[in-house]
T-cell receptor
Framework: ETGVTQSPTHLIKTRGQQVTLRCSSQSGHNTVSWYQQALGQGPQFIFQYYREEENGRGNFPPRFSGLQFPNYSSELNVNALELDDSALYLC?????????????FGQGTRLTVV | QKEVEQDPGPLSVPEGAIVSLNCTYSNSAFQYFMWYRQYSRKGPELLMYTYSSGNKEDGRFTAQVDKSSKYISLFIRDSQPSDSATYLCAMSLYSSASKIIFGSGTRLSIRP
């Protein structure tokens, strides 16, 4: 196990609702990234937080937002859920943004939008 | 055109065979090249990473990067049933842990 924990593991929401996913990073890690993995696809980068500041964003609309807390845990919020938001959401933590670091992934939250 | 192209498979080989997995990419600025393994219902785990061009070996695994051809490969020698998983190639401009662009993954099955 990587030490990165995500909650909940599974979630079913209705289209138009809002959802909050949580990630507890590995001890000592100050960087958290979120990825969306649709079925049969590779993970897609949503955004990254470094010391509580957003530090880069992929091609996702503003209804995807996040937070990083002083203890470096993080939340992903998605507003106005759409059917296409159904996916595995992965959180990855790393020590910093420098070279030679490794991103450790959690097991993900499986979100189903109906 | 996707930034990273990877054959989704599935690929099925007998135990002990040499497995070759490949990806092509379009962005010549990528500097970090990774291979992840993802078991069913788990998050990806890093197998190997390479900075810039060249080869890297770790046990039964060898990663190759050819930046002139925008082509990367992963070779698995003496494949085992426990190697059965989805293999994701991945790349980044910034570091091996930051803003990673993944391929779609190749599903590999090793037959006993």
């Amino acid at each position: 196990e990587t030490g990165v924990t995500q909650s909940p593991t599974h979630l079913i929401k209705t289209r138009g609702q809002q959802v909050t996913l949580r990630c507890s990073s590995q001890s000592g890690h100050n960087t958290v990234s979120w990825y969306q993995q649709a079925l049969g696809q590779g993970p897609q980068f949503i955004f990254q937080y470094y010391r509580e500041e957003e530090n880069g964003r992929g091609n996702f609309p503003p209804r995807f937002s996040g937070l990083q807390f002083p203890n470096y845990s993080s939340e992903l919020n998605v507003n106005a859920l759409e059917l296409d938001d159904s996916a595995l959401y992965l959180c990855a933590s790393s020590l910093d943004r420098g070279q030679g670091t490794e991103a450790f992934f959690g097991q993900g939250t499986r979100l189903t939008v109906v | 055109q996707k930034e990273v192209e990877q054959d989704p498979g599935p690929l099925s080989v007998p135990e002990g065979a040499i497995v070759s997995l490949n990806c092509t990419y379009s962005n010549s600025a990528f500097q970090y090249f990774m291979w992840y393994r993802q078991y069913s219902r788990k998050g990806p785990e890093l197998l190997m990473y390479t900075y810039s061009s060249g080869n890297k070996e770790d046990g039964r695994f060898t990663a190759q990067v050819d930046k002139s051809s925008k082509y990367i490969s992963l070779f698995i020698r003496d494949s085992q049933p426990s190697d059965s998983a989805t293999y994701l190639c991945a790349m980044s401009l910034y570091s091996s842990a930051s803003k990673i662009i993944f391929g779609s993954g190749t599903r590999l099955s090793i037959r006993p």
